[in-house]
T-cell receptor
Framework: DTEVTQTPKHLVMGMTNKKSLKCEQHMGHRAMYWYKQKAKKPPELMFVYSYEKLSINESVPSRFSPECPNSSLLNLHLHALQPEDSALYLC????????????FGAGTRLSVL | GQQVMQIPQYQHVQEGEDFTTYCNSSTTLSNIQWYKQRPGGHPVFLIQLVKSGEVKKQKRLTFQFGEAKKNSSLHITATQTTDVGTYFCAVRVRTSYDKVIFGPGTSLSVIP
């Protein structure tokens, strides 16, 4: 099973809303990632968790708050987003952080109104 | 800092024609990965190359790692409409920490 599951698939939110994106994998991977992808651009790394600890925060604004409750789950909490935050948010996992091969979820397509 | 470039940015081919995309790094790489993202989809891992001069084949796809480990290519023979999508190379870079970055991608359109 090489599946990474993301929910919801689509999300529309206002600038004052609070919402969460969820990601789950059951491959036993110990590294999990959040990426942001704008149209016609490559995925941009936001956060990396390694063994449930935040290893990398790519200077992401505090209105994005990641959480890793356990080795299988990764959340991204959203609050007071801006319209320019509208994008495809991708979750990925790899065996460990030094393993370059990443498995991506289908993503959450977010629209901020 | 380290840069990763891909050319071309876009390629339109007639079905049955060949296609090649190139990934170039400003520094020597330990390895390189290739991903494919279909329109409306998510990146899917295709292959990892590790050794200098390595060539790997997957059906109609041929992947090559340069001798100097600074560049790589992906060649598709006799394209089909199922090949449509954006092909990204991905490399590990070291800034204040290690991380994987994706090249800008090559978008392939196949005209039936």
């Amino acid at each position: 099973d090489t599946e990474v599951t993301q929910t919801p698939k689509h999300l529309v939110m206002g600038m004052t809303n609070k919402k969460s994106l969820k990601c789950e994998q059951h491959m036993g991977h110990r590294a999990m990632y959040w990426y942001k992808q704008k149209a016609k651009k490559p995925p941009e790394l936001m956060f990396v968790y390694s063994y449930e600890k935040l290893s990398i925060n790519e200077s992401v604004p505090s209105r994005f708050s990641p959480e890793c409750p356990n080795s299988s789950l990764l959340n991204l909490h959203l609050h007071a987003l801006q319209p320019e935050d509208s994008a495809l948010y991708l979750c990925a996992s790899s065996q460990v952080f030094t393993q370059n091969i990443q498995y991506f979820g289908a993503g959450t397509r977010l629209s901020v109104l | 800092g380290q840069q990763v470039m891909q050319i071309p940015q876009y390629q339109h081919v007639q079905e049955g024609e060949d296609f090649t995309t190139y990934c170039n790094s400003s520094t020597t790489l330990s390895n390189i990965q290739w991903y494919k993202q279909r329109p409306g989809g998510h990146p899917v891992f295709l292959i990892q190359l590790v050794k200098s001069g390595e060539v790997k084949k997957q059906k109609r796809l041929t992947f090559q790692f340069g001798e100097a480990k600074k560049n790589s290519s992906l060649h598709i023979t006799a394209t089909q409409t199922t090949d449509v999508g954006t092909y990204f190379c991905a490399v590990r870079v070291r800034t204040s920490y290690d991380k994987v970055i994706f090249g800008p991608g090559t978008s392939l359109s196949v005209i039936p």
